[in-house]
């Protein structure tokens, strides 16, 4: 989408899989433009800004992302852009230091840097203004800061050294003293939106206003900073193991993805050499076609769901990546992991069912069971019941009796489940469990089942029972 008239360029690339917005502004009569947060494939932004005669000349990063690569180093080395972080920020590369209230012209577009701590110690906002003397800006930038129907969560950066008690206090006066002051005309435009593990109950529209927050976002409403801290801190979605490694990657020297990420096609005896190996397999079908087939030590991680933060949830890094697809996505799959920072696919198995039949010794199938069977089973055969959900979901609702462990928590936490037993995995719909069913066959646990349907479809049932645990 494209916002302004005459001179401003103002166009918004959303990335469903990650929740992500990036944001191109430009000057039409000078021909100068900025990217903020972008992601790592940058094809987007470099052929959008060649189709309007733009030069691209700075990189703005509100803060060090956690939960993606950021593309500033790809832009920096495609068009010769200085590269742009808030005060606070360091880096082991050059950066330009952008100090509150410093004002950046593109012409007569400008943009204005607002000092905006609590998600990160460095987090920046930026007004922009179609015209410098404009009194009231035309939108706020706002990162990881203020979202739409929520604000920024101040925990991710603890993994980096940072107390998310202070980043919460510093969040409460960025929110109520520096963004909602503006006036309410001005254009919301977050860096994430609804699924994101940045925050706990972000919207599902791509932008806002000032004002229409004021009137819609609970966590904006007026309260006491005490109040505030103790909202934010609580109920958030568990945080993916990937997190701590990009926010520290994004601020590190690193190579670049380049324009294009393919896979290659393996032989079936180079992926069974693979697997003899110990390569990690990386399923990124459907759940139903996982269960109808899959290699052995496989992990599931469908790609019409949350593909990049999952797999970032429950494969190692540094770990070379072996890819089963549908014919035709393979490439999508690398790319995905890509923007994560996981480069190391060493290749994909072709036309996987037909592979399958070579190798049958090396293939495993998996039973699935309905919602209506849960209650069932699990009595018969004393199964954990092992529910996956983020614990926002839980607090909301539970089945009785069961296990507790977030998805994204699972590889770390595999030795609480005691052995010995079935476990019958669920979560809320059955793509998530599916994921964390395969976590648990492939560390060795093989009685192991999940829910088609979920906690939702259980709940919906006539009469439900509890669950031993």
């Known amino acids: 989408m494209y916002h302004g008239a005459m001179t401003m360029i103002l166009k918004q690339y959303y990335l469903g899989c990650l929740s992500h917005g990036s944001y191109l502004i430009a000057d039409k009569s000078t021909g100068q433009a900025v990217v903020v947060d972008p992601r790592r494939d940058i094809e987007d932004y470099l052929d959008d800004a060649a189709a309007s005669g733009l030069r691209i000349v700075g990189v703005i990063n509100t803060h060090f992302h956690a939960d993606f690569v950021a593309g500033h180093l790809e832009l920096a080395a495609a068009t010769g852009a200085w590269i742009g972080y808030g005060a606070a920020a360091t880096a082991d590369y050059e950066i330009r230091s952008l100090a509150h209230g410093e004002r950046i012209s593109l012409g007569g577009v400008e943009l204005e840097i607002l000092e905006t701590p609590g998600h990160t110690w460095e987090s920046i906002s930026i007004l922009v203004r179609e015209h410098a003397g404009d009194e009231v800006p035309h939108a706020v930038l706002t990162g990881d800061a203020l979202f739409i129907g929520d604000v920024g969560r101040p925990d991710l950066a603890a993994s980096v050294g940072a107390s998310p008690i202070e980043l919460a206090h510093a969040l409460y006066h960025s929110i109520h003293d520096t963004l909602m002051v503006l006036p309410d005309a001005v254009r919301l435009l977050p860096a994430h939106g609804a699924g994101s593990a940045c925050g706990k109950n972000l919207s599902e529209e791509l932008e ?4 229409a927050q004021r009137f819609m976002n609970p966590s904006v409403s007026p309260m006491d900073e005490e109040a505030f801290v103790a909202m934010i801190t609580s109920g958030q979605p568990a945080i993916p193991q990937y997190f701590a490694t990009d926010a520290l990657l994004n601020r590190r020297a690193h190579a670049l993805m380049g324009r294009t990420t393919v896979a290659a096609p393996l032989t079936v005896d180079a992926v069974r050499d ?11 079908r459907t759940p139903d076609q996982y269960a109808a087939g899959h ?25 070379d990546v072996l890819i089963v697809a549908n014919p035709g996505s393979e490439n999508e799959v690398a790319l995905r992991l890509g923007r994560i920072g996981y480069d190391r696919a060493v290749g994909f198995l072709p036309e996987p069912e037909r592979a399958f039949e070579q190798l049958s010794s090396l293939v495993r199938t998996t039973n699935r069971i309905t ?18 959900r983020n614990p926002g979901e839980r607090e909301a609702g539970f089945i009785p009796g ?3 462990i977030p998805l994204a928590e699972l590889p770390q936490r595999l030795d609480e489940l005691p052995t010995g037993r079935a476990v019958i995995v669920h979560c809320a719909s059955g793509w998530r469990s599916s994921v964390a069913a395969s976590v648990l066959r492939a560390a060795g646990r093989d009685d192991v089942t999940d ?13 439900s029972v509890s669950v031993s645990a």
Do not use: H
């Open 451 to 463: 829910v088609v349907g979920g906690y939702n479809e259980w709940d919906a049932l006539p009469v």
């Open 371 to 388: 919602a209506a069977e849960l209650d069932e089973v699990a009595a018969q055969t004393g199964a954990i019941v092992l529910d996956v």
């Open 402 to 404: 069961s296990a507790f």
């Open 208 to 211: 806002s206003t000032i004002g």
């Open 295 to 319: 290699l052995v030590g496989s992990v599931n991680v469908g790609i019409d769901g949350r593909f990049a933060e999952t797999a970032g949830m429950v494969l190692a890094e540094g770990d």
């Open 274 to 284: 693979l697997i003899t190996a110990g390569v990690t397999i990386v399923d990124a």
